[in-house]
């Protein structure tokens, strides 16, 4: 029988990519439990209405990357793409929306029907925040200058360089689309057929194209800087004073825009030139029509999102999991009481390996190929009179303990 594969673009993550994972998600709720930032998580999937509703049809997830299934029920399901809109539904259906504003942290798997290459998966993980309720300008500095912190805790901050932009209120960007429009069609043979569908749909999408054409159009293209209303301007001086104020650095791109329909105001990109076409390691921006796409009064909101498998790809190696204390029975006699020894060690906080056959020889050599930090021998005579033999696996040496203060001599090894 054929073997089985992981399906493409879909990684397992055995321990020593669990735990990079892991150590990164730590850090991400460390960092966001300082701002006040409660975790919360909703389901894997939901109706496919809560993402076509939030990111729009032209959107390149709702149009070409989700996973869609009807389930036995008939209903039309989607494994969710990314975290924001079931955030918000979550909030909603909930009614939180009294209690704003709402600060809330994330993390889990998303779904993308994408092509895989590296740093670009169809099942990937993010850790992410939303802050619901807060239309300031300060909001905006918070969520930015907390994704700055984290990826600081990560070792990051000189690998990552932040890229902010300003879409503007939603006059603002009306202006700018007339011009997006006008421009782009005078182009309009150049222009990809995905490019051309998005030009009076979505022409603020065109910008996000990857298509090489496409791109050296939008090199040329009107900026949204000059579309923006006097509000829409202050707003975005006011969100980078905050930012100089909290001593986080940035580059203004004015070309920078988001994927995402519901964005306005501020839109964020941290990005690495470590990673190759996928350089963007945190994303996010400001979305003060989401709430009420969804269905909820109108709210502002402003998150970011990143990528956790990115990021491992960046953090230095960890130091691994702790040294274990290999507890070595003698010979098979001696198993009971070193399961005994072990577990009292266990108690005591101790990371311990007990062998489960085989005698001094074979368990010493196991002890070794492990990295134990320190073997515990237990011989018979020995046991008899409350006593172990500590071995120090790094410089050899040997020593009786009393096994009642085993727990405290081997806590204290360096
Ligand atoms: P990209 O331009 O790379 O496709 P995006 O704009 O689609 O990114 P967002 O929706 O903003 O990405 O998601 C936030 C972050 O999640 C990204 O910056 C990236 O780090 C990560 N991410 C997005 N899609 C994937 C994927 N398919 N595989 C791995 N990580 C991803
Ligand atoms: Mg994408």
């Known amino acids: 029988m054929a073997s089985l594969q992981p399906v493409r673009g879909t990684r397992d993550l055995l321990p020593d990519d669990c735990r990079r994972?892991?150590?990164?998600?730590?850090?991400?709720?460390?960092?966001?439990?300082?701002?006040?930032?409660?975790?919360?998580?909703?389901?894997?999937?939901?109706?496919?209405?809560?993402?076509?509703?939030?990111?729009?049809?032209?959107?390149?997830?709702?149009?070409?990357?989700?996973?869609?299934?009807?389930?036995?029920?008939g209903a039309s399901l989607t494994l969710r793409p990314e975290?924001?809109?079931?955030?918000?539904?979550?909030?909603?259906?909930?009614?939180?929306?009294?209690?704003?504003?709402?600060?809330?942290?994330?993390?889990?798997?998303?779904?993308?029907?994408?092509?895989?290459?590296?740093?670009?998966?169809?099942?990937f993980h993010q850790v992410g925040v939303e802050l619901i309720g807060v239309a300031d300008a300060l909001a905006d500095v918070?969520?930015?200058?907390?994704?700055?912190?984290?990826?600081?805790?990560?070792?990051?901050?000189?690998?990552?360089?932040l890229e902010i932009n300003t879409l503007g209120d939603s006059a603002s960007r009306a202006v700018y689309r007339e011009r997006l429009i006008t421009y782009f069609a005078a182009?309009?043979?150049?222009?990809?057929?995905?490019?051309?569908?998005r030009l009076h749909r979505n022409p603020?999408?065109?910008?996000?194209?990857?298509?090489?054409?496409?791109?050296?159009?939008?090199?040329?293209?009107?900026?949204?800087t000059d579309s923006l209303s006097d509000g829409s301007r202050a707003f975005f001086e006011a969100v980078?004073?905050?930012?100089?104020?909290?001593?986080?650095?940035?580059?203004?791109?004015?070309?920078?825009v988001r994927g995402l329909d519901y964005y306005c105001h501020t839109a964020f990109e941290f990005t690495t030139d470590a990673l190759g076409a996928q350089n963007a390691v945190l994303a996010g921006g400001r979305y003060d029509g989401l709430v009420a796409e969804l269905g909820g009064p109108t709210t502002p909101g402003i998150g970011w999102a990143a990528g956790v498998e990115r990021l491992a790809m960046l953090v230095a190696e960890d130091s691994g999991p702790p040294a274990p204390i290999a507890v070595v029975p003698v010979d098979m006699a001696q198993q009971k009481p070193a399961l005994a020894v072990a577990?009292?060690?266990?108690?005591?906080?101790?990371?311990?390996?007990?062998?489960?056959?085989?005698?001094?020889?074979?368990?010493?050599?196991?002890?070794?190929?492990?990295?134990?930090?320190?073997?515990?021998?237990?011989?018979?005579?020995?046991?008899?009179?409350g006593l172990a033999t500590v071995r120090d696996m790094h410089s050899g040496e040997q020593q009786q303990v009393p096994i009642d203060s085993l727990p405290t001599h081997l806590a204290r090894l360096p």
Do not use: W
Request: aromatic share 8%.
């Open 21 to 73: 994972h892991r150590r990164i998600e730590q850090a991400a709720f460390a960092v966001a439990e300082r701002y006040g930032y409660g975790e919360i998580a909703t389901p894997a999937f939901e109706f496919t209405e809560v993402f076509a509703r939030s990111l729009g049809d032209t959107s390149d997830i709702v149009a070409k990357e989700m996973y869609t299934f009807q389930d036995r029920g």
């Open 83 to 123: 975290n924001t809109a079931g955030v918000v539904r979550a909030v909603v259906s909930n009614g939180l929306l009294h209690q704003v504003p709402l600060k809330l942290f994330y993390r889990g798997p998303m779904f993308r029907y994408e092509r895989p290459q590296k740093g670009r998966l169809r099942q």
């Open 142 to 161: 918070e969520v930015v200058t907390l994704g700055a912190d984290f990826l600081a805790a990560l070792g990051l901050a000189d690998k990552v360089v």
């Open 187 to 197: 182009h309009h043979d150049s222009l990809s057929p995905d490019s051309r569908d």
């Open 204 to 224: 603020l999408r065109i910008l996000d194209s990857k298509d090489e054409g496409d791109r050296a159009l939008i090199a040329e293209a009107p900026l949204i």
């Open 240 to 256: 980078l004073a905050g930012l100089e104020a909290c001593g986080v650095p940035f580059r203004h791109n004015p070309r920078l």
């Open 343 to 385: 577990q009292r060690l266990r108690s005591a906080g101790l990371v311990v390996d007990l062998g489960y056959s085989g005698g001094l020889a074979k368990r010493m050599k196991r002890a070794n190929r492990i990295g134990a930090r320190a073997a515990v021998i237990l011989g018979e005579a020995e046991l008899a009179a």
